[in-house]
Nanobody, 124 residues
Framework: QVQLVESGGGLVQSGGSLRLSCAASGRVFSGYVMGWFRQGPGKEREFVSAITRSGVNTNYVGSVKGRFTISRDNAKNTVYLQMNSLEPEDTGAYYC?????????????????WGQGTQVTVSS
């Protein structure tokens, strides 16, 4: 079992930045691929970014490439999402998730554990 707790959300103006954190407890954190997903108002939950166990490889949804950076610190059992140049379209609840998959995955069903989410609101 893995428990995930997100933090760092808030209200920011368009063009601003936020850094989300996701602290994990329970089983060995470094044994999981970690991902971030988001769900905007009236929208389906969508993949944002993922990072391999070692942190060497990452991927992103096209709309955030060049603006968001995922990273992890296995010593601190924490994964981060640095979000720059935020846009109103980035508004939503952001969730971190842990997967036992062997490779990076963008599919929500491949993730085994989920946090409760943290709200990000970007005003225009």
């Amino acid at each position: 079992q893995v428990q995930l707790v997100e933090s760092g959300g808030g209200l920011v103006q368009s063009g601003g930045s936020l850094r989300l954190s996701c602290a994990a407890s329970g089983r060995v954190f470094s044994g999981y691929v970690m991902g971030w997903f988001r769900q905007g108002p009236g929208k389906e939950r969508e993949f944002v970014s993922a990072i391999t166990r070692s942190g060497v490889n990452t991927n992103y949804v096209g709309s955030v490439k060049g603006r968001f950076t995922i990273s992890r610190d296995n010593a601190k059992n924490t994964v981060y999402l640095q979000m720059n140049s935020l846009e109103p379209e980035d508004t939503g609840a952001y969730y971190c998730a842990a997967s036992r998959a062997l490779v990076l995955t963008t599919t929500s069903t491949a993730y085994d554990y989920w946090g409760q989410g943290t709200q990000v609101t970007v005003s225009s």
